[in-house]
Structures are given as structure tokens and as C-alpha cells.
């Protein structure tokens, strides 16, 4: 089956710091990822779509100079959490779908937790 | 928001009984989907229904959806305590290029 992975699984900064947060799909080409956010005992909510070569769209709310997206392969897309502060602190996912047209399934990483003191 | 509502938020349950949960959502959809997330881990995929369906199984698990009351409901049958996890559906609308918005989750405990 189609696997994704994320490094790292957690990681702990200091405030002021920038975090970078790696989704890899290992056995698939995936020409989109999505990055989603989960607060803790709350739902996902995604924060913005990748396209490899292109650049992320994010959805409203999300500041894109803050979390900045990165898709520069098939089978990488990266998150950077730039000037992290406390209110960051989340349980961050990625998802990866596949290029075949009419695909609709995402498969998800096992998500990274960022703690910001 | 365009969050769907999951109900129950929570719901707790023994060993051997069934469970239901249910999922309301808003716009046209592609398809629904349900996922399983065991606490602090990523999410497994359990059962994708399109929208053109209305019932869909998977060993233990059966969905339904419908589409003119925008809802949808999983059961899980004979129920096990593996089965301890947050449940949430996740709709895919049409015209958005596959995003999914995920409903608000049911914490679903199985006692033994």
C-alpha cells in the first residue's frame, strides 16, 4: 500500500526559532500534498495544498509567510514554521495524493508534533 | 465554517455492541470518507463512498450516505476494545480539486 512518512515525528523549539517538518510519499509520485493542523482533541483543519513545481495554496487564515510550503519533488514536500511562538505548538500532517486522474484517496503521514516553549 | 458535525462527540460503548456515528455536512461532495485516528497517531483510511452510493461495507464496518439530508453513518459491528479511537468523516466537494474538510470527530471507547 501507498506510505508516507514525516520527520520529525516531534520536536520541541524555542520561541523565536524556525521548524522544518518533511512529508515524503515513499513508494508513489504524488503530485499533490495537502498540510493539515490538529489542535488537541479537535478535528483536522487543512492549511493549504501543494503542487509540485507550484506554488502552495493556502486556505484563509493561514499566513503563508509563516508557514512556509515547499513541493520541489514528486515525492517531498516540506513545512517550515518560521518565528515559532507557543500558539504553534500543534500536531501537524501531512497528506499525499496520487496523480492518476479520478484518484481520490489521500494517504496520511503519522503526523509530527511541534511543541514551542 | 464548512466543518461538518459529527454526533455523538463521544461515545462510549462495551465489548460486543454496536456503534453508530454520524456525520452532517454542507456542499455538493464527490465522496465522503471515513478515517480512524488512534490518540496522538496520523490517520487510517476505513471506507470511501462516493456520492452517486448509498451504502457501502467493509468487514465490520458499514456506511451509509445520503445525499439529500447531506449525512452519513458508520457502524461498527461487534465492536472491540482495538476499536478505542476518534472517528471523523471527511468530505470531498466538488470543484475543490480534492480537499477534504473533516468533521468534528466522535471519540468512540470500547470496555471490555
Known amino acids: 500500500g501507498a506510505v508516507v512518512s514525516q520527520h520529525p515525528s516531534w520536536v520541541i523549539c524555542k520561541s523565536g526559532t524556525s521548524v522544518k517538518i518533511e512529508c515524503r510519499s515513499l513508494d508513489f509520485q504524488a503530485t499533490t500534498m495537502f498540510w493539515y493542523r490538529q489542535f488537541p482533541k479537535q478535528s483536522l483543519m487543512l492549511m493549504a495544498t501543494?503542487?509540485?513545481?507550484?506554488?502552495?495554496?493556502?486556505e484563509q487564515g493561514v499566513e503563508k509567510d509563516k508557514f512556509l510550503i515547499n513541493h520541489a519533488s514528486l515525492t517531498l514536500s516540506t513545512l517550515t514554521v518560521t518565528s515559532a511562538h507557543p500558539e504553534d505548538s500543534s500536531f501537524y500532517i501531512c497528506?499525499?495524493?496520487?496523480?492518476?486522474?479520478?484518484?481520490?484517496?489521500?494517504?496520511f503521514g503519522p503526523g509530527t508534533r511541534l511543541t514551542v516553549t | 465554517s464548512q466543518q461538518g458535525e459529527e454526533d455523538p462527540q463521544a461515545l462510549s460503548i462495551q465489548e460486543g455492541e454496536n456503534a453508530t456515528m454520524n456525520c452532517s455536512y454542507k456542499?455538493?461532495?464527490?465522496?465522503l470518507q471515513w478515517y480512524r485516528q488512534n490518540s496522538g497517531r496520523g490517520l487510517v483510511h476505513l471506507i470511501l463512498?462516493?456520492?452517486?452510493?448509498r451504502e457501502k461495507h467493509s468487514g465490520r464496518l458499514r456506511v451509509t450516505l445520503d445525499t439529500s439530508k447531506k449525512s452519513s453513518s458508520l457502524l461498527i459491528t461487534a465492536s472491540r476494545a482495538a476499536d478505542t479511537a476518534s472517528y471523523f468523516c471527511a468530505t470531498d466537494a466538488t470543484g475543490t480539486a480534492s480537499k477534504l474538510t473533516f468533521g468534528t470527530g466522535t471519540r468512540l471507547q470500547v470496555t471490555l
Open positions: 463512498i462516493r456520492s452517486n452510493e
Open positions: 456542499t455538493s461532495i464527490n465522496n
Open positions: 501543494s503542487n509540485e513545481g507550484s506554488k502552495a495554496t493556502y
Open positions: 497528506s499525499a495524493k496520487g496523480g492518476a486522474s479520478g484518484s481520490y484517496e489521500q494517504y
